[in-house]
């Protein structure tokens, strides 16, 4: 049955802009790393926000660019420390790569809404695709920690072995996960949709819950099947970002409106996480 409450968490918490400490930054893969940023930050934060960095102290690059968390330590007489995964796609990206201990990157978050959890689900189900993967280790923490029944598994889908970023991470998590690369360098051959398909077809009397993240064209696809298969599905979207505070207007996707009709909604601040039922099929 899809969930009658089609909004994810809203927001109701603080949020900082200061300077934050690398604690360290750790080599993934050639084109991955996951980075440590300790910060004066000791509310919760949720499984499904976003950080925004201004990645280096000078002027330029005058955007911040946005990130999933990863990972998140508290500790009673240090600074929080917060993990982020990501892959160098760009010069924000290799500037951030570059960053070793003790370096200051400016920091704005928690952002964003977060994952809601699934008290009544036999199984929660994380879809993810390549870099997708990020916010999924701190969501299967928030799972253990809230105590549920719920059981948790792990489809993960990357062009190739060497992009499914931070896989030995999540074994050592003791959740069920099933893998798939497109040039069948590991795991089922194809996309991770075709796991999605055959894990609903063999676990058709459960109830389950979907949460994915990886690229727009892979979540259309996990969303067409939610919809078909009548299974909550929550997604994490991925837009362009100015000031991941609301005002610019730049991060905006299409939601269902009043009438059948449709507005566009700001990932920074209703989203990122949406439920399928509020997306429009072109989001
Ligand atoms: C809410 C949110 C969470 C994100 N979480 C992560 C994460 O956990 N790990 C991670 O590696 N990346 C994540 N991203 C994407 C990340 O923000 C971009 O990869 C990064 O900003 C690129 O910066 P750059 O200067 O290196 O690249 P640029 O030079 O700005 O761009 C290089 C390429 O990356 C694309 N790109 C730039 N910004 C984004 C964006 N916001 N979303 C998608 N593609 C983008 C550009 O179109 C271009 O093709 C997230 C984005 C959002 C909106
Ligand atoms: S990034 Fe400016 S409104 Fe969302």
Redesign the pocket.
């Known amino acids: 049955m899809a969930t009658k409450n089609i909004r994810a968490e809203p927001r109701q918490q603080s949020m900082i802009n200061c300077n934050s400490y690398v604690v360290k930054n750790v080599s993934y893969a050639d084109n991955c790393r996951l980075i440590t940023l300790a910060v004066p930050y000791y509310d919760k934060i949720y499984a499904g926000q976003?950080v925004h960095l201004k990645v280096d102290v000078s002027v330029d690059?005058i955007l911040r660019?946005?990130?999933?968390i990863?990972d998140v330590r508290y500790n009673s007489d240090a600074l929080t420390n917060i993990d982020?995964?990501?892959?160098?796609?760009?010069?924000?990206?290799?500037i951030l790569s570059k960053k070793t201990p003790l370096d200051k990157v400016g920091f704005l978050g928690p952002l964003?809404n977060r994952f809601t959890i699934n008290k009544t689900a036999d199984v929660a189900v994380f879809v993810a695709g390549g870099?997708g993967i990020?916010?999924f280790y701190f969501l299967t923490k928030q799972y253990k920690e809230a105590k549920t029944q719920t059981k948790l598994a792990l489809l993960f889908g990357a062009r190739n072995k060497e992009e499914l970023y931070y896989l030995e991470e999540f074994e050592g998590l003791g959740i069920n996960i099933e893998v798939s690369t497109d040039d069948g360098s590991f795991g089922k051959k194809g996309f991770v949709t075709l796991l999605l398909e055959d894990y609903l077809r063999k676990n058709k009397k459960k109830n389950i819950q979907i949460y994915s993240c990886g690229p727009t064209p892979m979540m259309r696809h996990v969303a067409e099947i939610a919809k078909k298969e009548d299974v909550p599905c929550e997604l994490?979207l991925?837009?362009?970002?100015g000031c991941a505070l609301g005002a610019c207007g730049a991060?905006v996707t299409k939601v269902v409106g009043n009438n059948g009709d449709f507005r566009y909604s700001r990932?920074c601040i209703e989203g990122?996480v949406y439920n399928v039922n509020v997306l429009t099929s072109d989001f």
């Open positions: 976003f690059p660019r946005p990130f999933s990863y982020l995964g990501f892959t160098i796609v760009g010069r924000g990206t290799d964003g870099i990020t916010p994490s991925e837009k362009l970002m991060c990932i990122p």
